[in-house]
């Protein structure tokens, strides 16, 4: 099993639509939680970090699901410059392992 | 200094030859990460150094894979005896504190074919 599971999709949705994207992770001890954002032959780029009492950034809000070990991202109003592969990103800052554990990525494509 | 540098951008070199890769990070960030993706997959975490200290290896970092940070600046990774398996994007991050909302910094990326 992957330590971090997304649906790979594609997500196909109009403009304007609202998508939510959903990650789960194997490691209980994860301890901090990213969604990163990569667009197509370019490196991630952070989009937010994730709380636990859940946040929100403009258009896109994240949640944080500890008992359940569940991440989510919410895009309102999508837009066509939202098309990108979102990779939900975990990491346990309590162990040896100091590096970030990625999913496989949900690819989003908004269409006009 | 703007950002995490990598050169090359894209090497293409034939299965058996040796590679060698740079990474030029943050500055007065102290740790440095190795990662390969391949297609249709998230980065994959090879490596890391706190300033000249190699902390971590993956077992993905087979014999064939060695990386230095000799100065706790720059870094290499290095590939030898490269296999076909190898062709990937290797990305370097680098980052100033775990457990910071301010995530990691990629850097472009080296894009590696093994022909």
């Known amino acids: 099993r992957k330590e971090v599971e997304q649906d790979p999709g594609p997500f196909n949705v109009p403009e304007g639509a609202t998508v939510a994207f959903n990650c789960t992770y194997s490691?209980?001890?994860?301890?901090?939680f990213f969604w990163y954002r990569q667009d197509c032959r370019k490196e991630p780029k952070l989009l937010m970090s994730?709380?636990?009492s859940g946040n929100e950034d403009g258009r896109f809000t994240a949640q944080l699901n500890r008992a359940s070990q569940y991440i989510s991202l919410l895009i309102r109003d999508s837009k066509l410059s939202d098309s990108a592969t979102y990779l939900c990103?975990?990491?346990?800052?309590?162990?040896?392992?100091?590096?970030?554990?990625f999913g496989s990525g949900t690819r989003l494509q908004v269409q006009p | 200094d703007t950002g995490v540098s990598q050169n090359p951008r894209h090497k293409i070199t034939k299965r058996g030859q040796n590679v060698t890769f740079r990474c030029d990070p943050i500055?007065?960030?102290?740790?440095l990460y190795w990662y390969r993706q391949t297609l249709g997959q998230g980065p994959e975490f090879l490596t890391y150094?706190?300033?000249?200290?190699?902390?971590?290896k993956s077992r993905l970092l087979s014999d064939r894979f060695s990386a230095e940070r000799p100065k706790g600046s720059f870094s290499t990774l290095e590939i030898q005896r490269t296999e076909q398996g190898d062709s990937a994007m290797y990305l370097c991050?680098?980052?100033?504190?775990?457990?910071?909302?301010?995530?990691?910094?990629f850097g472009s990326g080296t894009r590696l074919t093994v022909v």
């Open positions: 991050a680098s980052s100033l504190a775990p457990g910071s909302n301010y995530g990691y910094t």
């Open positions: 490691n209980s001890a994860s301890q901090s």
């Open positions: 994730v709380y636990s």
């Open positions: 990103v975990v990491t346990p800052f309590d162990t040896g392992r100091r590096a970030l554990t």
């Open positions: 500055s007065e960030h102290n740790r």
């Open positions: 150094f706190q300033n000249e200290a190699q902390l971590e």
